[in-house]
T-cell receptor, first 113, second 116 residues
Framework: GAGVSQSPSNKVTEKGKDVELRCDPI?????LYWYRQSLGQGLEFLIY????????KSGLPSDRFSAERTGGSVSTLTIQRTQQEDSAVYLC???????????FGQGTRLTVV | AQTVTQSQPEMSVQEAETVTLSCTYD???????LFWYKQPPSRQMILVIR??????QNATENRFSVNFQKAAKSFSLKISDSQLGDTAMYFC?????????????FGKGMKLTVNP
């Protein structure tokens, strides 16, 4: 596709359930980012993948959060045993190796009830 | 660690007027990039403008321009001839550069409202 694609666009889940959020980056982009945006707040860095390097996981808020990037392309962010404070918009972005501009998806709005 | 500060949480301006959004950052790096992103109610983050730290000339992009003061670690965005479509959250962002792109660090954002 032409841009970064995220699915689902909205997700409502019950407290304690696991959820998976998907990100399809722009083809050929080696860098991929996940951010969390709570209502009216800024972007909180979660995790960063760059090519074959070990990911920077320094922003993951707890061990309930994990992310994978398979084949250097699609990424999945998994939240286990969801809590109400996990409710937020989760944004994914990708960028090419040379040009540093990051292109964002439209995000997944997660609501934990 | 790098930090980005946007001290004004909210501003409003009349259509056709000029408005300046402030941003300061803290880093010990010498090579880096600075960005302004716009997030309208649609939630889609859009790059407005970027500045390479090694360039002294301020970046411009149509009605958008920056005032980059490297020594003061300041990076403000000027929007000229404001339009209703400029209403959005604006985020300042920093990225250090060491042989390849690194993660983006964002400020908390500023809500801009353009009034008719």
């Amino acid at each position: 596709g032409a841009g970064v694609s995220q699915s689902p666009s909205n997700k409502v889940t019950e407290k304690g359930k696991d959820v998976e959020l998907r990100c399809d980056p722009i083809s050929g982009h080696t860098a991929l980012y996940w951010y969390r945006q709570s209502l009216g707040q800024g972007l909180e860095f979660l995790i960063y993948f760059q090519g074959n390097s070990a990911p920077d996981k320094s922003g993951l808020p707890s061990d309930r959060f994990s992310a994978e990037r398979t084949g250097g392309s699609v990424s999945t962010l998994t939240i286990q045993r969801t809590q109400q404070e996990d409710s937020a918009v989760y944004l994914c972005a990708s960028s090419p190796a040379v040009n540093t501009e990051a292109f964002f998806g439209q995000g997944t709005r997660l609501t934990v009830v | 660690a790098q930090t980005v500060t946007q001290s004004q949480p909210e501003m409003s301006v009349q259509e056709a007027e000029t408005v300046t959004l402030s941003c300061t950052y803290d880093t010990s790096e010498n090579n880096y990039y600075l960005f302004w992103y716009k997030q309208p109610p649609s939630r889609q983050m859009i790059l407005v403008i970027r500045q390479e730290a090694y360039k002294q000339q301020n970046a411009t992009e149509n009605r958008f321009s920056v005032n980059f003061q490297k020594a003061a670690k300041s990076f403000s965005l000027k929007i000229s001839d404001s339009q209703l479509g400029d209403t959005a959250m604006y985020f300042c962002a920093f990225m250090k550069f060491k042989g390849g792109s690194e993660k983006l660090v964002f400020g908390k954002g500023m809500k801009l409202t353009v009034n008719p």
